[in-house]
């Protein structure tokens, strides 16, 4: 931009910039929030994972089942989880010297936990744990934070929600993605996202925000 242009000119042009920035990202966020909403996708995803020999077919019966009618019950928690993966889409890269989807996704956490702090929701609030906080801090893993507080709702939602975004993401199962991992990111993925046994399967959910 020239140094010689009107500055009343030069500010609308700033404000068109971030007008366009601001509605890239309600775009994102919602089109995040749809993927993760969409059960027909959610059960293409436990489909593949039967194919790729990662979840036996018994197994993902009995998930499919599980997870009817708990997506609705968790929306707050996957409002929280389509921003991270919006995130993820605007801030397309994560590197040195600006990682700027790991910053934006700490101070969505630490903004949410301040907001629903002042609204004196104690429930909302603990979801943007110190947990969530320091797990959204780690690179790739981090847009996954959210499925910490979902896995205390559903774990079996939560399993296949995580296959569903990495598939989405990289074209390959979370459970893909912990098998190529390094040992240290391997172990924590595992314990964000525990495998579904059939007894867990069989529980049923115990009550949380929504």
């Known amino acids: 931009m020239s140094e010689d242009e009107p500055i009343p000119r030069r500010r609308s042009a700033e404000a068109g910039e971030r007008s366009g920035v601001r509605q890239r990202i309600e775009r994102s966020l919602a089109d995040a929030e ?6 027909e996708a959610l059960r293409a995803t436990l489909s593949r994972l039967v194919e790729d020999d990662a ?11 599980s997870i009817d009618g708990q997506l609705d019950a968790s929306r707050y928690v996957l409002k929280h989880l389509g921003a991270h993966l919006a995130i993820g889409v ?22 949410s936990r301040v907001v629903e702090t002042l609204r004196r929701n104690r429930a909302r ?5 110190v947990g969530v906080l320091v797990i959204a801090a780690v690179p790739w893993v981090g847009y996954a934070a959210y499925l910490l507080p979902l896995r205390r709702r559903s774990g079996e939602l939560a399993f296949v ?50």
């Open 34 to 39: 749809s993927r993760l909403l969409d059960e």
């Open 161 to 210: 929600l995580a296959n569903h975004m990495w598939l989405e993401r990289t074209g390959r199962t979370y459970e893909r993605f912990l098998s190529d991992a390094p040992s240290p990111l391997r172990s924590l993925g595992r314990w964000l996202v525990p495998f579904p046994t059939a007894s867990e399967v069989d529980d049923t959910a115990s009550p949380g925000p929504c």
């Open 55 to 65: 979840l036996p077919a018994h197994l993902a019966t009995q998930v499919r089942a």
């Open 90 to 111: 605007v801030f397309a890269f994560d590197m040195f010297p600006l990682p700027l989807g790991t910053i934006a996704r700490v101070s969505w956490v630490a903004g």
């Open 125 to 129: 609030a603990k979801v943007h744990s």
